[in-house]
């Protein structure tokens, strides 16, 4: 997944399958249960929109985030199904 996707990607969603950094799951500091919380959104997510709608959404959500300007890391945080997840992770802080 990091080959692919980046050294500073730890989890991600791709319909059901959640892949995760092992090492999140030891790491207290990380709080794997909020992480796993936020991915299980997406998971919803996938299956609301189906895969089509969602991929669209996401990427379109981040590519307006960089149209307006935004860093690549802003524009990432500002994706609405990436503050959806976010969102539903700290309620349960
Ligand atoms: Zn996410």
Do not use: C, N
């Not at 030891?26 to 997510?45: D, I, N, S």
């Not at 709608?53 to 300007?69: C, D, E, M, N, S």
């Not at 690549?72 to 969102?87: D, G, M, N, S, T």
């Amino acid at each position: 997944m990091r080959r692919l996707w980046g050294r500073d990607i730890s989890a991600m969603t791709l319909r059901k399958t959640i892949f995760l950094d092992p090492a999140l799951m030891t790491a207290v500091q990380h709080r794997p249960g909020l992480l796993l919380v936020h991915e299980l959104v997406h998971v919803r997510q996938w299956g609301e929109l189906g895969v089509i709608r969602f991929l669209w959404r996401y990427l379109t959500g981040y590519l307006g985030g960089r149209w307006k300007g935004l860093s690549h890391r802003a524009a990432y945080l500002a994706i609405p199904l990436e503050v959806e997840a976010r969102v539903t992770a700290r309620r349960l802080e």
